[in-house]
Structure formats: structure tokens, C-alpha cells
């Protein structure tokens, strides 16, 4: 006796579940992409390259601010200053030049190699900025070629 009960059973086959990852994984990395675009539009940058936005730091400390009538400093008071956090690969090397004009800067950095990098920063408006090396894990690098 063979009842009907309205249920059917699905079947992958192996094109349907290609085609299937192959959606997901376009979807996750469209995704992906867009949540670190979404990051670098939402903190005032136009275009980063070679540094990522990691946030905004309070920077304070105290100094003197000028001097007094006999030319000595003034006593010190506390001064603090908003800077947006931009984090660098540290093996990027050290900071040897920089370069542009108008809302582009170019931060040249060599490695202890001669590796020669530039990072690109274009803000719609010029802000504090604090640069933070930070350590990288498995890094390649591929030379391709036309």
C-alpha cells in the first residue's frame, strides 16, 4: 500500500551543488568586500591603499604651552587630540619619505630587504592620523607577469 503524503524528497545532484557553493562563496566575498568599503566610505577616507582603518585613538599628554614674561616655559597643562587609527603591516619596513599634494598623501616605506612600498592615503578632508605597525602572519608575495 503506497500513500501519498505530500512530501517529496530533494536531490542534489553534483552540478546543483557546484553551482550552489560556487553562488555562496561569490555572495560571501561580494559580502566580504563590502563591509571593508563600507568601512574606508564611513571614516572619511576616499582611498586607502596599503593601511586599513582601525579606528579613531585619543591621544593626551601634557606640555608647555609658551612662555612667560622672563622667557621660561609656562607651567604645563594637559592637551589631548583625536587621531584616526590607520594599522600598517610592520613588515613594510621604515617610513623613508612621503609625497603628494592636495587631499593624496604617499608614505614611502623600505624593508630591511630594499623592498621599496608606497601607501596611499586620499581623505576628503586632512585629519590627525596615527600609523600603528602591526606584526603579519603568512605573507607571500607572487611576481606575475603580463
Known amino acids: 500500500m503506497n500513500q ?5 524528497q530533494f536531490v542534489l545532484s553534483m552540478p546543483i551543488l557546484v553551482v550552489g557553493v560556487f553562488v555562496c562563496l561569490l555572495l560571501g ?4 568586500g563590502s563591509v571593508v568599503f ?5 571614516s572619511g577616507f576616499t582611498r586607502l591603499f596599503g593601511v586599513w582603518p582601525a579606528g579613531v585613538v585619543e591621544e ?3 606640555m608647555s604651552l609658551g612662555y612667560d614674561l622672563k622667557g621660561k616655559d609656562t607651567a ?5 587630540e583625536l587621531r584616526q587609527l590607520l594599522s600598517l603591516p610592520a ?5 623613508v619619505g612621503i609625497t603628494g599634494s592636495g587631499q ?3 608614505l614611502w616605506y623600505q624593508d630591511s630587504a630594499g623592498v621599496v612600498r608606497n601607501v596611499i592615503i586620499e581623505m576628503e578632508m586632512m585629519e590627525p592620523l ?4 602591526k606584526l603579519t602572519f603568512k605573507r607571500e608575495a607572487k611576481v606575475i607577469r603580463d
Open 91 to 95: 613588515h613594510y619596513g621604515s617610513l
Open 4 to 8: 501519498q503524503t505530500g512530501i517529496r
Open 60 to 62: 593626551s599628554h601634557e
Open 130 to 133: 596615527r600609523i600603528d605597525p
Open 76 to 80: 604645563r597643562k594637559e592637551v589631548s
Open 29 to 32: 566575498s561580494l559580502a566580504g
Open 38 to 42: 563600507s568601512q574606508v566610505a564611513d
Open 104 to 106: 593624496q598623501s604617499v
